[in-house]
């Protein structure tokens, strides 16, 4: 399993041209048949910011934060993370079914196509990073080194996705509901992230089970790197529970990769 498991990181470099190109041709093919094409991609996320925004702080008045932050600012900097998290996950589960026919082509590692999706939505997730950058900058929260650990907080949302596509992906040609399971839990998962309100609206007591969600992890660095003075390691219980949970869904994924392979071409 661990062979089979380092084995894609090996193919990810050899076919390191290919997937680049795959994934910037996946990106455009994405909205091909629309008028505008791609702006789509980056004005779809926009608007849905300026909806919770209004809703949730023009309208509802919720204090979502303590004040020290602006809403606009702690909903940016958590939001744009489910926008990649929840983009990614949908569009690498299916991708197996989508390009059925390189699915059947010996000669294709299909093993790159769900890191292929992630690749095309991150594009789109860097421009909102820049745009969360360009946000804080104004309201006061000047880029700093502790900026710099995006970096590293996108690597961890990058490997945590990878891992849980390769399950979902492995499955999906098999059980086509799992999109709809996996609609049905992006609802609980979205509003059981701290993403419109905060972790501290609720008793401490309750604290422990919303970080056991890895995508707390992720989302409270991205805050920790565009408005606060945090360094990753400052968190060891956390940084430990995210790397091991994620280096296991790893492994699990790989695993189950490897056992419905050679299947794939009966299904679809």
Known sequence: MI????????????????LFKFSVNDFKARYAGSLFGVFWAFFTPFVTIVVYWFVFEKGLKAGMTDGSIPFILYLVTGIIVWFYFSDSLMMAT?????????????????????????????????????IALILTTLYGFYPSVYTLQVVYYLFCLVVFVTGLTWITASVQPFFSDITQLINVAMQVLM????????????????????KLNPLFYIVQG??????????????????????????????LGSLVYTKMRPHFSDVL
């Not at 991205?222 to 296991?248: A, K, M």
Request: hydrophobic share 50%; net charge positive.
């Open 3 to 18: 062979k089979d498991f380092l084995s894609f990181f090996r193919d990810l470099y050899k076919n390191r041209k290919l």
């Open 222 to 251: 991205y805050r920790d790197s565009f408005l606060g003075h945090t360094w990753f390691w400052e968190h060891p219980e956390l940084t430990g529970y995210f790397w091991c949970f994620t280096l296991v869904l790893l492994m």
């Open 94 to 130: 299916n991708c197996f079914r989508e390009y059925s026919y390189l699915v059947k082509k010996v000669v294709f590692n299909i093993r790159i196509l769900p890191t292929a999706k992630l690749l095309s939505n991150l594009y789109t997730h860097l421009f909102f990073i820049a």
């Open 191 to 210: 509003w059981g992230t701290p993403i419109l309100w905060s972790i501290n609206a609720f008793p401490e007591q309750f604290h422990l089970m919303f």
